[in-house]
T-cell receptor
């Protein structure tokens, strides 16, 4: 299995621009999670999906952030408009409810976002 | 309010010695605990886990100990190797099998440096 795939790996953009981050979970996994990692706040959960349905988006910082999961193999996290304080590493992770209750999440390599 | 705390931001250990990484939690509903390892520019990778019905789980050089009464867990690495140098995250999930229980709460991490 290829693992969780994220694109792009690096993104540099200017303040006010729209940013779209993409994630392909591990095939067969029914949970997908979006995290943001910063030095100050560590690894924060932004939103997660179960069977393509958003379960908890309370971690999404503000309305500029939105996430979708149109099918079981693809999700996007969009920031519009982007701001310099959004600069961080964004991780996508997936897990399976059939993993004998272990709840282990498998992470992608992350997207390093820099907003100038 | 941090529900999972890793109070040591960093730890240095000599190669061949034991590394002990600590984690405390406050939520008594947590019943499954995981350790992840993260190298720079990569996503966190699952290392080892433990269920609340156990007090110890071992996998090769890695052992996790759980003290439920103290709400404390620790990761022991014996013997430590230079390749173990990474950031280690403690994570916890809540009791149950519903969608909400698949969310993980992460500590802020401990950076382990193993000195050759």
């Amino acid at each position: 299995d290829a693992g969780v795939i994220q694109s792009p790996r690096h993104e540099v953009t200017e303040m006010g621009q729209e940013v779209t981050l993409r994630c392909k979970p591990i095939s067969g996994h029914d949970y997908l999670f979006w995290y943001r990692q910063t030095m100050m706040r560590g690894l924060e959960l932004l939103i997660y999906f179960n069977n393509n349905v958003p379960i908890d988006d309370s971690g999404m910082p503000e309305d500029r952030f939105s996430a979708k999961m149109p099918n079981a193999s693809f999700s996007t996290l969009k920031i519009q408009p982007s701001e310099p304080r959004d600069s961080a590493v964004y991780f996508c992770a997936s897990s399976s409810a059939s993993d004998r209750g272990r709840k282990t999440q498998y992470f992608g390599p992350g997207t390093r976002l820099l907003v100038l | 309010d941090q529900q999972v705390k890793q109070n040591s931001p960093s730890l240095s250990v000599q190669e061949g010695r034991i590394s002990i990484l600590n984690c405390d939690y406050t939520n008594s509903m947590f019943d499954y605990f995981l350790w992840y390892k993260k190298y720079p520019a990569e996503g966190p990778t699952f290392l080892i886990s433990i269920s609340s019905i156990k007090d110890k789980n071992e996998d090769g050089r890695f052992t996790v100990f759980l003290n439920k009464s103290a709400k404390h867990l620790s990761l022991h690495i014996v013997p430590s190797q230079p390749g173990d140098s990474a950031v280690y995250f403690c994570a916890a999930s809540a009791l149950g099998s519903g969608a909400g229980s698949y969310q993980l709460t992460f500590g802020k991490g401990t950076k382990l440096s193993v000195i050759p």
